[in-house]
């Protein structure tokens, strides 16, 4: 399931930003002025445990209305299972979307594989962005297909 992030979520999101992110997490106070400023775009994945019937956040994504994705991130236990795919896909949805685009770090091989499988392309690289580390900039539009 996918829904707009609550406050109760944070600390889950803390612990998946800290593992996913090591080398500059977000803080809360980061999420919640996300929180704030994009309320219908700031979305968490529930996956529920039906032997335990219990709850718990798998992933979350942070996109703004014109398209940039500000973040998303899996639960380490939990990637490799289609929650990245489902929460990129359900950006791809947004109504009136001409684009989609993200920075990634030069050395983050796996989120490049992974973009580039749901169908995003480099388009360009911003030298230093991450102090001393480059972003790839990379972009979805709807006329893409994925591969
Ligand atoms: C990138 C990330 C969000 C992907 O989430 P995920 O739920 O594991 O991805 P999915 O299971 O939906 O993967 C879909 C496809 O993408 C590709 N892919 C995903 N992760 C990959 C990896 N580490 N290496 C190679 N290909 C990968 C695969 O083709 C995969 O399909 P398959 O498993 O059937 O082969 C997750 O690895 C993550 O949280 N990474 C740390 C945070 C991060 O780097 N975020 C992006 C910052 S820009």
Do not use: C
């Amino acid at each position: 399931m996918i829904r707009p992030f609550s406050f109760s979520d944070l600390d889950s999101i803390l612990q998946i930003e800290g593992q996913s992110f090591p080398k500059s997490p977000y803080d809360w106070t980061t999420f919640l002025n996300l929180h704030t400023l994009y309320p219908e775009t700031f979305l968490v994945y529930i996956n529920t445990n039906q032997s335990q019937k219990r709850e718990e956040l798998g992933g979350y994504i942070i996109f703004t209305q014109d398209g940039h994705i500000i973040s998303i991130a899996v639960h380490p236990h939990h990637r490799r299972k289609g929650i990245g795919r489902e929460l990129l896909q359900r950006a791809m949805k947004t109504p009136h979307l001409k684009k989609l685009w993200a920075e990634v770090r030069r050395s983050n091989q796996g989120a490049q594989a992974f973009y580039s499988k749901i169908g995003f392309q480099i388009t360009g690289m911003v030298p230093n962005y991450y102090g001393n580390e480059d972003a790839l900039i990379i972009q979805w539009t709807p006329a893409i297909r994925e591969s």
